[in-house]
């Protein structure tokens, strides 16, 4: 067979590609495009992660942080803030869509015009992961070592089930807290401050 399903839980689904089939980066995003009522995300080994629309709950807190991350991107003015629809080429092959990221201008400006059309080149200097019911907790944390081994100087995984958050910097061991109502930017993002409420309780 060309393809093996595995279902992995209750939403997510891997496609385990042989090497016959592997797509370059081309002919992932035009597949991504064709399939676009579809979240996909592909791993370094080739393999494909669907992902479909997200529930009313999951929705309303990936909009709250990424409306949260974008004002203060411009306000801010240094970088750029995207939203999960977002995909990024990392250094490893992976093409990965974080629920939030950032990207410094400076990196932006060293890529043409046809890059920025398509799946970015280059991994994200923040990126949050928002952990929802379908998710893997497991998997949700070595996506985030994932983020840190291409460059990646800060990372927030938010647990809602069980409401904690886990805090990703190079270098050291990542450090979870229980319970915050706010989240610091530190020295990567001065100045920002993510608001929690909103996310632990959906706005409607």
């Not at 209750?10 to 592997?22: L, T």
């Not at 709950?57 to 203060?72: F, P, V």
């Not at 929802?132 to 998997?139: E, G, I, M, R, V």
């Amino acid at each position: 067979m060309a393809k093996v399903f595995t279902k992995t839980d209750p939403v997510q689904m891997v496609i385990n590609m042989p090497p016959a089939f592997d797509m370059s980066d081309a002919e992932f995003f035009e597949f991504c495009q064709i399939n676009s009522e579809l979240r996909i995300e592909r791993t370094a080994q080739g393999d494909l992660i669907i992902m479909p629309p997200t529930g009313g709950e999951t929705g309303d807190r990936n909009a709250e942080l990424t409306t949260q991350l974008r004002i203060w991107a411009k306000q801010n003015g240094t970088g750029v803030s995207f939203d999960s629809s977002t995909g990024f080429i990392l250094p490893n092959g992976a093409t990965r869509s974080p629920d939030g990221s950032w990207v410094k201008r400076e990196r932006l400006a060293a890529l043409t015009g046809e890059q920025k059309k398509k799946f970015l080149p280059l991994c994200p200097d923040f990126v949050i992961e928002l952990r929802s019911p379908s998710d893997s907790l497991t998997a949700a944390k070595e996506k985030m070592e994932e983020y840190l081994a291409n460059s990646a100087q800060l990372g927030w995984l938010i647990d809602t089930q069980n409401r904690q958050v886990y805090i990703y910097r190079p270098d050291i061991e990542a450090e979870c807290l229980d319970n915050p109502q706010t989240l610091s930017g530190e020295s990567s993002l001065p100045g920002f401050s993510l608001d929690l409420r909103g996310i632990w309780e959906p706005g409607f």
